[in-house]
Nanobody, 124 residues
Framework: QVQLVESGGGLVQAGGSLRLSCAAS????????MGWFRQAPGKEREFVAA????????YYTDSVRDRFTISRDNAKNRAYLQMNSLKPEDTAVYYC?????????????????WGQGTQVTVSS
């Protein structure tokens, strides 16, 4: 497994941007597909975005498509989530996760490693 640590969360006004970073330990990071999930207060954790282990192919939940971009830098053992045009409903704790599933994984149970989460708050 890899160990994951998120950073980059914070407070931003609606319409603003944030870039979340996920730092991974271990030399096998490039073999893992990566995902971002989020959990808003009183709600279940939900899928946000995923990227294949080689990068390139990615997938987004409908509510963030065209606003968020997932990427990765295997040389730096990092994954990113660029969030633009943020809305108050994007407020949540954001988690990065890693999986050895081949392809794009969108289900929480497919992921084997999780970070501790980073808070994103969008004010109206």
């Amino acid at each position: 497994q890899v160990q994951l640590v998120e950073s980059g969360g914070g407070l931003v006004q609606a319409g603003g941007s944030l870039r979340l970073s996920c730092a991974a330990s271990g030399r096998t990071f490039s073999r893992y597909a990566m995902g971002w999930f989020r959990q808003a207060p009183g709600k279940e954790r939900e899928f946000v975005a995923a990227i294949r282990w080689k990068g390139g192919s990615s997938y987004y939940t409908d509510s963030v498509r065209d606003r968020f971009t997932i990427s990765r830098d295997n040389a730096k053992n990092r994954a990113y989530l660029q969030m633009n045009s943020l809305k108050p409903e994007d407020t949540a704790v954001y988690y990065c996760a890693a999986t050895r599933v081949v392809g794009l994984a969108t289900i929480e149970s497919q992921y084997e490693s999780w970070g501790q989460g980073t808070q994103v708050t969008v004010s109206s």
